[in-house]
C-alpha cells in the first residue's frame, strides 16, 4: 500500500511510522509512505497556505496550494489517485469500512490542513472519500489520518505477524461481530483477583466454550 501524505506538519507523523507494527511494515516494503509539506506548494509570501473566509472571521487553507500538491503526485505517479479527506460528518468509520478501504485503497493520497477547514473547492474537485473516525471534533488532521491509516495498514497481508490476529478479534465474523473475550497472563493471583480456573485447566471443549461465553 502507498499513502501521499500532504501536511503542514510532516514531523507530528514521525514518530508513529518509526514505531513498532507500522515502522516493520515499512522496513519490509508493504506501506510506503510519501510526506509532503504543503508549505513547499505555496507562492505567498512566508509560504503562508491560508487566507479569512469570506464569510466568517476563520482562517482557511487556500485552494492553490492544496490542488497544486494534489496534481503534483498525480503527475509523480503517473496517474490520478483516490483522495482521501478526514473531517468529522456524519461518514462514520467502522471496522467493516476499514477492510473494504483497505482492499479498495492501493495508492492513496490524504489530505490534512490545518485551522477550521480546508476551501471546500478542492473537497469538490478532488475528494473521493470523506471519512469520520466517530462523532467528536479533533484539533489534529494529523491525527484522525494516522488512526485511518493505522486501521487499513493492519489488513495488509504480512503486516501482522500472527493472521490469526485479524480473524479472532472484536468485530470479526469469527466472533459474530461481538467484542473479544478477556485476556490474562501470570501471576494466577493478582492483588484479590484470580484469573478464571477454566483457562489454565487446558480442557479446550471448556476453554471454548468460556470465551464464546465472555463475548460482548
Ligand atoms: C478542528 S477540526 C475542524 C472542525 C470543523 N470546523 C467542523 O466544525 O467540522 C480540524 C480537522 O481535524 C480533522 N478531524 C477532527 N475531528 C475528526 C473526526 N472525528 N474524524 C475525522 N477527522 C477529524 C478533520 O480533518 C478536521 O477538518
Known sequence: MKIHI??????SFQSYLDSSIIWKAREK???DISLYKLNDFSTKNFKHV?????WTH????SPEPLGKAINHIFEKVWKKIPVVYMTPSW???NQKKVETFSKKLNEFIIICGHYEWI???IIDLYVNYEISIWKYVLT????ASMVFIDSIARFIPNVLWNPLSLEEESFSKKLSGKKEFPHYTRPRVFEWLEVPNVLTSWNHKEIDDWKSNNLK
Open 91 to 93: 461518514k462514520l468509520l
Open 29 to 31: 516494503g508493504l506501506l
Open 6 to 11: 500532504i501536511t503542514i506538519f510532516p514531523e
Open 50 to 54: 491560508d487566507d479569512k473566509a469570506f
Open 140 to 143: 489534529s488532521w494529523e491525527l
Open 119 to 121: 476551501d471546500q473547492r
Open 58 to 61: 476563520w482562517q482557511v487553507i
